[in-house]
């Protein structure tokens, strides 16, 4: 089932819908806005990159029980078919009951570029399973998964990582933590059933994942996989795995600098990679502040810095992730933070910006600042980048509807596909 979408004027704002007790599954209509167009100056070559947003809506639920999470999203390319892409995405169903319960995934697919969505549907492959953890039965289940299109071998790759909660879905500590992946089937329009990266030294590793991580693929087919860890006696860390796939196993090579922090935190995570200009970065959630670092090899980074604007402030992001869009004409971080008369959102999540990186300082450019999804109460730091032409990229993020009464500001649960529409070919784009 197909669902067709209507369009609303920018100036008209979005008003609180009667979803609070039925989800997508009913009959909800989708919504296009139209925003305004902005300019970026391209510091390299002195040359104007322009770009269109257009904010999408594929699905909504928010029940009072339940929600969506983590919704991000690969492509099958127009190579592999007649027409545009297809853009798979996937995301979790989150209990509001307690804190990141995630007991299943949906996905759902366009084939118009955001014109119609299907139906979210439950992915069984993606599901839960139950797994003995030191003589105990536990639910094991996939969150934080990013799909991404793996050129070399032809298929759409999934990455996350698992969580292990308790018997009673609950998330203790501490607890093993796999990189979790799976691959998509465009035929069939299923995943195969997921499966554990397997590392080296059990108990370095022994929570280790790739949730919620921006991976680099090389011409050769490698994979650059960004990974947080937590070593025994020590707090969270953050590393990048050069890993071969075959189109079916991911399999570790080795990985690069262990990259800690000591500053009374719970340490690093969440780090995300892109190369640009024959640079590699690493941005990097860490409780206090957001974290930045480069490499010429991918591998072995500088020591980290804390993520400024030019003009000397702190960017004001904190316990949250943070992601890269990259254009051949310009690197750009899409980011949540203070200061925006937002200090009644949950760690300041929302509103989604993004702006450019000035990739000499390391620093924002404050002036590019733009809001790409708007604030309505909930959260919106769990979100993802998709590549999906040379001529857009898209941002996909949810409402995460915590804490309760964050809907009094109008959120309903809203999934959101934020599309970048450039004003000429990103170059780097490659299928």
């Known amino acids: 089932m197909m669902l067709r979408i209507g369009f609303l ?29 902005f300019f970026q100056e391209d510091r390299k070559q002195d040359r104007k990159l322009s770009f269109r947003k257009d904010l999408n809506i594929p699905a ?16 099958i390319p127009a190579q592999m078919k007649k027409g545009p892409p297809v853009v798979v995405m996937t995301m979790n169903i989150l209990d509001l009951a ?9 996905g759902l697919h366009t084939e118009d570029l955001g014109g119609s969505w299907s139906v979210p549907g439950e992915l069984s492959a993606l599901a839960p399973r139950m797994e003995l953890i030191e003589g105990i039965e536990r639910p094991v289940a996939v969150s934080d998964f990013w799909p991404r299109w793996h050129s070399k071998t032809g298929s759409l790759l999934g990455t996350g990582h698992t969580v292990a909660y308790s018997p009673q879905w609950k998330v203790v500590s501490p607890r093993p933590r796999h990189t979790s992946y799976s691959v998509y089937d465009h035929d069939t329009k299923s995943w195969s059933l997921w499966k554990k990266l397997e590392m080296p030294d059990k108990m370095k590793f022994y929570n280790c994942g790739a949730g919620c991580t921006q991976r680099y693929d090389l011409p050769d087919g490698t994979i650059l996989l960004p990974v947080s860890f937590t070593p025994p006696g020590s707090n969270s860390k953050v590393t990048v795995l050069r890993c071969s796939f075959d189109g079916t196993d991911l399999r570790y090579i080795q990985h690069g600098t262990e990259t800690g922090i000591e500053d009374g935190t719970r340490g690093l995570g969440e780090p995300s990679i892109t190369k640009f200009d024959g640079t590699y970065f690493l941005t990097i959630r860490n409780d206090k502040m957001g974290f930045v670092s480069k490499s010429t090899n991918g591998l072995d980074y500088e020591p980290v ?15 949250t992730q943070q992601h890269w869009v990259t254009h051949s004409d310009g690197l750009f971080l899409v980011y949540t933070r203070r200061g925006a008369g937002n200090d009644h959102v949950f760690r300041h999540r929302a509103p989604l910006f993004m702006a450019q990186v000035d990739t ?7 002036s590019t600042e733009v809001i790409l999804v708007p604030e309505r109460g909930a959260r919106l730091g769990n979100f993802g980048v998709t590549d999906v032409s040379r001529d857009e990229t898209w941002v996909t993020v949810s409402e995460w509807m915590q804490p309760e009464g964050c809907d009094k500001y109008g959120s309903d649960g809203s999934v959101y596909a ?3 529409k450039w004003d000429r070919p990103n170059r780097l784009f490659s299928t």
Request: net charge positive.
């Open 9 to 37: 004027s920018f100036s008209i704002m979005i008003t609180r819908r009667d979803f609070v007790n039925r989800t997508l599954a009913g009959s909800v209509s989708l919504v296009t806005i139209p925003l305004l167009e």
């Open 60 to 75: 909504r639920l928010y029940d009072g029980k339940t929600c969506w999470c983590h919704p991000r999203a690969g492509i």
């Open 305 to 319: 810095k804390p993520w400024m604007f030019d003009d000397g402030a702190g960017l004001g992001n904190y316990n």
């Open 98 to 106: 307690g804190s990141d319960v995630f007991r299943a995934m949906y």
């Open 360 to 366: 000499r300082t390391l620093r924002i450019i404050r």
């Open 418 to 420: 934020a599309r970048i």
